[in-house]
């Protein structure tokens, strides 16, 4: 496992969750991380704090959104043009009989994140006529070759029993997210597609990974810039809140919270390197690379800091703490405990009931 070092503490009486980092080139760094009292609590909000040395040194976080209910999951990305994107969701715990979700948004920077635009709004059409709804995202925002912008969120209407993965799409720079352009990803009686992700490859092949409640990562395919899906497909990945990032030479690293217990009986962060993505991503060694002792973690985020060279994010609960540490290729060329191919299961496993998350 490697070295880890503290990147950020959480304000007093907080706990930091949740972080992500985008590399702004020149050995920049900025990171994001929801700070709140729990995992579920009303008053979460979203701070930053930025590298100016390739992520061996960090500065003093500060506080970029902080509205009136909880403030979750941030993800960043830096477009061809310099500009930096915030994505989130929100929710209301304190509604009754359930909690109220007001939707998923993205802000807009070109000062390096230190001033934001107001938030534009990317609800999924299931979001709409007032109904109580789970509705979230989980991965960044992915540039296209074109310039056109992907946003995956998920989530389900009141009356639907199974989650679905979908996509939004911006065609001025993050601004505006019509509802009319929303894509379906991945849906299916049996199963709860959830958390997708969006990688796209050298070629413009789009490619997400999908967590579920099947106890794999399920993957789905877009040549088309993501207009059209191919049928979502059971990976090897005993994947849970991932990170997927597209590396200078064409891998691809996937970080995840583990849920297969192989490494401890709480769920820690693994990771694998996928080195012919545009193939099947199943059957590469996974390696342990980080245990706060808490079960409450995972939730990785990584960026390649320089060519060979990555950071991956984690927190630490008890320390209430952001923590990061470095890898590199040989780090993911241990052999892994044991291997997930499992081909004779069933495509769709009988899930346990839906859960909010």
């Known amino acids: 496992m490697p070295d880890s070092f503290v990147v950020a503490r959480a304000g007093d009486g907080l706990v930091a969750h949740f972080p992500d980092v985008v590399s702004l080139g020149d050995g920049r760094l900025l990171a994001a991380f929801r700070e709140g009292t729990g995992h579920l609590s009303p008053e979460g909000r979203i701070s930053l704090v930025g590298s100016e040395d390739g992520g061996r ?10 509205g009136p209910f909880d403030d979750r999951d941030p993800k960043l990305a830096r477009l061809a043009d310099g500009t930096i994107l915030l994505s989130y969701f929100v929710i209301d715990w304190s509604s009754k009989p359930r909690h109220t979700t007001h939707g998923t948004f993205v802000r807009r920077s070109t000062d390096g994140g230190r001033t934001w635009s107001e938030p534009a709004s990317a609800g999924m059409g299931m979001s709409g006529g007032g109904i109580r709804a789970w509705h979230a995202s989980h991965g960044a925002v992915a540039e296209l070759p074109g310039g056109d912008l992907l946003y995956p969120v998920y989530g389900h209407r009141a009356d639907e029993k199974w989650w679905r993965a979908g996509v939004m799409r911006s065609v001025d720079g993050g601004r505006t997210w019509p509802a009319e352009d929303e894509v379906e990803i991945a849906a299916a009686d049996g199963v709860n597609f ?35 899906w191919s049928g979502p497909k059971r990976t090897d990945l005993p994947a849970s809140s991932h990170h997927a990032l597209a590396l200078s030479d064409g891998t691809v690293l996937v970080t995840y919270g583990d849920i297969s217990r192989r490494f401890a009986e709480r769920r820690v962060t693994a990771g694998r390197l996928v080195g012919a993505p545009a193939g099947d991503w199943d059957g590469y060694p996974d390696v342990l690379l980080y245990d706060s002792g808490n079960r409450d973690q995972a939730n990785p985020s990584s960026a390649e800091v320089s060519p060979g060279r990555f950071l991956t994010l984690g927190f630490d609960i008890p320390a209430a703490t952001v923590v990061g540490f470095f890898t590199g290729p040989s780090d993911y060329r241990e052999a892994g405990p044991s291997d997930y191919r499992d081909a004779g299961r069933p495509a769709i496993e009988k899930p346990a009931e839906p859960r909010e998350r």
């Open 57 to 66: 040194t960090w500065g003093t976080p500060w506080v970029a959104v902080d």
């Open 194 to 228: 959830q958390e997708p992700t969006l990688t796209v490859l050298p070629g413009g092949e789009v490619v997400s990974l999908i967590r579920t409640d099947v106890e794999r990562a399920y993957l789905s395919r877009s040549t088309d810039g993501g207009r059209t």
